[in-house]
């Protein structure tokens, strides 16, 4: 047997190998989750520690972000939920995204970053609101008279459903 270690030999073609065909037999599927509009998506924990980061700017001011202290507590947190949803997950290795935020919460809450926690669930509330003002919207057609309107339980004022005409 003779090697041959000429440079000018031809070089052997690329070959894309996707990483889900490089894992064990008999490995689990990658996680998923299932988004807020029913559509089904792979699980990044990347997206965790953004959403950790963010918050915990939010509390400390944007000069945090260059801290070693606030990625080492980030990446940390982000393994203590990834762990969290893989200890919850059936054998589906599928969960929905009000579960992720829920261990996000909960793990922010444990390392006992209150104010972080604080600052995650206000904005989970906002965006809550402001998809539901958005799903409202959609619903209600300009109209060229007066409107009415209903007050909520919670104080938002909101179009009443139109009257049908004859």
Do not use: C
């Amino acid at each position: 047997m003779s090697v041959s270690l000429d440079r000018q030999a031809s070089v052997a073609p690329f070959i894309h190998v996707p990483a889900e065909s490089l894992a064990a037999p008999g490995a689990q599927p990658p996680m998923q989750v299932i988004r807020r509009n029913g559509a089904v998506s792979k699980f990044d924990a990347g997206k965790i520690s953004i959403a950790m980061t963010k918050a915990f700017l939010a509390v400390e001011g944007h000069g945090a972000a260059a801290s070693r202290r606030i990625h080492e507590i980030v990446e940390h947190l982000t393994a203590e939920v990834v762990g969290a949803l893989a200890r919850r997950m059936g054998e589906g290795r599928t969960f929905h995204i009000e579960d992720v935020q829920d261990q996000v919460e909960l793990a922010l809450m444990r390392s006992e970053h209150h104010k972080v926690a604080r600052a995650y669930v206000l904005y989970r509330e906002q965006r809550t609101r402001q998809r539901a003002e958005q799903e409202a919207a959609k619903w209600v057609k300009p109209s060229s008279g007066p409107m009415l309107h209903v007050t909520l339980a919670n104080g938002t004022k909101v179009p009443s459903i139109p009257r049908v005409s004859r």
